[in-house]
């Protein structure tokens, strides 16, 4: 049976675990090469995808550097040839409900790295995918995307990759690049670790969902390998909540 994604090349960011760890070895067991992007070391993800017998490469990145995102990107393009896949997963949660609203600074981090980081990875990516005509770009929102929950940086960029989304889907979409965004709930990943430490913690955070449980980074990573293949070939400009219900209530 042919795989999904077989011959494509791919780029992850926030690769190095959680959503974007799964998601790049979905991806690579799918039949796509991967580059694998974190700040951190995402040599770990790479091991996986090598160990399954896939190809991918490591690369350190700090999505909020304009000049290291493009170099980035014109590299996996230098070594594979083309771009036909981006996730642009990497993200931060720095605050709360509780969080003053006079914390600035706080603000400013969050939405340097989950709106501007991912806006930045768009450019440097259609850069390369227009010129092809063809592409499939996914970014990484949040159910706090879609409603008022959180912190005001993580509320407000979350929205903000939403809107960026469809402003691309309709500039690209006559060029064959079809751009879309996942919104999870609460996943179990390294973010939310700390909140579900305790178990008052994780029955909160399950019962936030009709289905009442945590979701798992993986079934986010099959979404993704939906909006990434052919199977979604008429879809674009589209937040697909992967949320147990939560938008649902």
Same mark, same amino acid.
């Not at 691309?168 to 990943?189: D, F, K, L, S």
């Not at 990434?228 to 008429?234: G, H, P, T």
């Given at each position: /049976?042919?795989?999904?994604?077989?011959?494509?090349?791919?780029? *992850? @960011?926030?690769?190095?675990?959680? #959503?974007?760890?799964?998601?790049?070895?979905?991806?690579?067991?799918?039949?796509?090469?991967?580059?694998?992007?974190? !700040?951190?070391?995402?040599?770990?993800?790479?091991?996986? $995808?090598?160990?399954?017998?896939? =190809?991918?490469?490591?690369?350190?990145?700090? +999505?909020?550097?304009?000049?290291?995102?493009?170099?980035?990107?014109?590299? *996996? *393009?230098?070594?594979?040839?083309?771009?036909?896949?981006?996730?642009?997963?990497? &993200?931060?949660?720095?605050?709360?409900?509780?969080?003053?609203?006079?914390?600035?600074? !706080?603000?400013?981090? +969050?939405?340097? *790295?989950?709106?501007?980081?991912?806006?930045?990875?768009?450019?440097?990516? !259609?850069? %390369?995918?227009?010129?092809?005509?063809?592409?499939? $770009? #996914?970014?990484?929102?949040?159910?706090? &995307?879609?409603?008022?929950?959180?912190?005001?940086?993580?509320? &407000?960029?979350?929205?903000?990759? +939403?809107?960026?989304?469809?402003?691309?889907?309709?500039?690209?979409?006559?060029?064959? $690049?079809?751009?879309?965004? +996942?919104?999870?709930?609460? #996943?179990?990943?390294? /973010? @939310?670790?700390?909140?579900?430490?305790? =178990?008052?913690?994780?029955?909160? /955070?399950?019962? /936030? %969902?009709?289905?009442?449980?945590?979701?798992?980074?993986? =079934?986010?990573?099959?979404?993704?390998?939906?909006?990434?293949?052919?199977?979604?070939?008429? #879809?674009?400009? %589209?937040? !697909?909540?992967?949320?147990?219900?939560?938008?649902?209530?």
């Amino acid at each position: /049976m042919a795989r999904l994604l077989e011959n494509r090349i791919a780029f *992850v @960011t926030g690769g190095a675990g959680g #959503i974007g760890a799964a998601t790049a070895i979905a991806f690579a067991a799918e039949g796509a090469k991967v580059a694998v992007a974190d !700040l951190k070391d995402p040599e770990d993800t790479v091991r996986a $995808i090598r160990d399954a017998g896939g =190809e991918a490469y490591a690369l350190s990145l700090d +999505v909020t550097d304009q000049a290291a995102v493009d170099a980035a990107v014109d590299g *996996v *393009v230098a070594k594979w040839g083309r771009l036909d896949i981006a996730f642009n997963n990497a &993200g931060v949660s720095l605050e709360d409900y509780t969080t003053p609203w006079e914390s600035v600074e !706080l603000y400013d981090r +969050v939405v340097a *790295v989950n709106q501007r980081g991912v806006m930045l990875c768009m450019a440097a990516e !259609l850069r %390369h995918m227009a010129p092809q005509k063809s592409g499939s $770009i #996914i970014n990484t929102a949040s159910v706090a &995307g879609m409603v008022g929950l959180s912190g005001a940086g993580y509320c &407000g960029s979350k929205h903000a990759v +939403v809107g960026i989304t469809r402003s691309a889907a309709m500039r690209y979409a006559a060029e064959g $690049i079809r751009v879309n965004c +996942v919104c999870p709930g609460a #996943i179990a990943t390294p /973010m @939310t670790e700390n909140e579900a430490m305790s =178990e008052d913690a994780r029955a909160f /955070m399950a019962q /936030m %969902h009709p289905m009442n449980r945590i979701g798992r980074a993986e =079934e986010i990573a099959d979404g993704v390998v939906f909006l990434a293949s052919d199977k979604a070939s008429f #879809i674009t400009g %589209h937040p !697909l909540a992967i949320d147990g219900g939560f938008l649902a209530r």
